[in-house]
Nanobody, 113 residues
Framework: VKFVESGGGLVRPGGSLRLSCAAPGFAFSEAIISWYRQVPGQARQWVAT????????YTDSVKGRFTLYRDVATNAAVYLQMDNLKHEETGVYYC???????WGEGTQVTVSL
């Protein structure tokens, strides 16, 4: 499944963004979904994962500032709430189902003054 990521933008350090990951007809409640960040010239880095049942895992650098959750009402998306953003978190953010080799277009997040 090719997901559609959205919600990126330009934000000042300390600001917030909410990223969305959607795919029509996909049952997000039954899947393991992860978010990754990629900076030009570097490999994608894992950011967070949500599993069926709602448990989440985060890379250490974002713990306490990022929250990954499902749209429980519609089961049509997962969201990555990013608070207190830092400059080094600039990059293109992608979501992917565990085991998939398909990537979407991603959404650009730029944290800058």
């Amino acid at each position: 499944v090719k997901f559609v990521e959205s919600g990126g933008g330009l934000v000042r350090p300390g600001g917030s963004l909410r990223l969305s990951c959607a795919a029509p007809g996909f049952a997000f409640s039954e899947a393991i979904i992860s978010w990754y960040r990629q900076v030009p010239g570097q490999a994608r880095q894992w950011v967070a994962t949500i599993v069926p049942g709602g448990d989440t895992r985060y890379t250490d650098s974002v713990k306490g500032r990022f929250t990954l959750y499902r749209d429980v009402a519609t089961n049509a998306a997962v969201y990555l709430q990013m608070d207190n953003l830092k400059h080094e978190e600039t990059g293109v953010y992608y979501c992917q189902e565990y085991g998939s080799k398909t990537w979407g277009e991603g959404t650009q997040v730029t944290v800058s003054l």
